[in-house]
């Protein structure tokens, strides 16, 4: 595609639900990060997928936080049994290669726990 | 741990006029790599600007250019020129050398929201 796509925009879920987030990278995007950014922070790394494999999820928050990247392209953000700290706008950014190239990001999905 | 900080919470500049946002950080690296974001109220970080510790020479893009100070572990972004579009988030951020490159596994600041008065 011609940037990074995620989906939804925007969700509402309610405390204890289990939530899903996409990411569509660009194609041809060998990397794929997912970063978490809290109201008033900057983003901060959870993931970092090269190829199918995650390559560094030394980021992620705890057990209840899981993404995949079956094939190589789209990845999948879930997690289970929220918690209003949960609520964050969730970005996704892919880049060509792992090192020496530029990030694009997507313009995330706003979780809000209710 | 790295860490990256920026003390300004908010500014505020004419268009027309330049700005400067601070930015410092914390490393034990000696190769790593430091950049400049954007992020619109469309929330997509946008880069405006890299830099690789390794080069003396600062760099600049345009009406954006940066004020690197290794020694001090400093790197202000300064914006010439100001125009409404570039109201917005800054945020700085880190990546220590991997794979002979900078990686995208970035630490951010807290960011600037700079604001361009008409």
């Known amino acids: 595609g011609a940037g990074v796509s995620q989906t939804p925009s925007n969700k509402v879920t309610e405390k204890g639900k289990y939530v899903e987030l996409r990411c569509d990278p660009i194609?041809?995007?060998?990397?794929l990060y997912w970063y978490r950014q809290s109201l008033g922070q900057g983003p901060e790394f959870l993931i970092y997928f090269q190829g199918t494999g995650a390559a560094d999820d030394s980021g992620l928050p705890n057990d209840r936080f899981f993404a995949v990247r079956p094939e190589g392209s789209v990845s999948t953000l879930k997690i289970q049994r929220t918690e209003r700290g949960d609520s964050a706008v969730y970005l996704c950014?892919?880049?060509?290669?792992?090192?020496?190239?530029?990030?694009?990001f997507g313009q995330g999905t706003r979780l809000t726990v209710v | 741990a790295q860490t990256v900080t920026q003390s300004q919470p908010e500014m505020s500049v004419q268009e027309a006029e330049t700005v400067t946002l601070s930015c410092t950080y914390d490393?034990?690296?000696?190769?790593?790599?430091l950049f400049w974001y954007k992020q619109p109220p469309s929330r997509q970080m946008i880069l405006v600007i890299r830099?690789?510790?390794?080069?003396?020479q600062n760099a600049t893009e345009n009406r954006f250019s940066v004020n690197f100070q290794k020694a001090a572990k400093s790197f202000s972004l300064k914006i010439s020129d100001s125009q409404l579009g570039d109201a917005a988030m800054y945020f700085c951020?880190?990546?220590?050398?991997?794979?002979?490159?900078?990686?995208?596994?970035?630490?951010f600041g807290t960011g600037t929201l700079l604001a361009v008065q008409p």
């Open positions: 951020a880190y990546t220590p050398e991997d794979y002979g490159g900078a990686t995208n596994k970035l630490i």
């Open positions: 950014a892919s880049s060509l290669t792992p090192a020496r190239s530029q990030a694009f």
């Open positions: 830099q690789e510790a390794y080069k003396q």
């Open positions: 490393t034990s690296e000696s190769d790593y790599y």
């Open positions: 194609s041809g995007h060998t990397a």
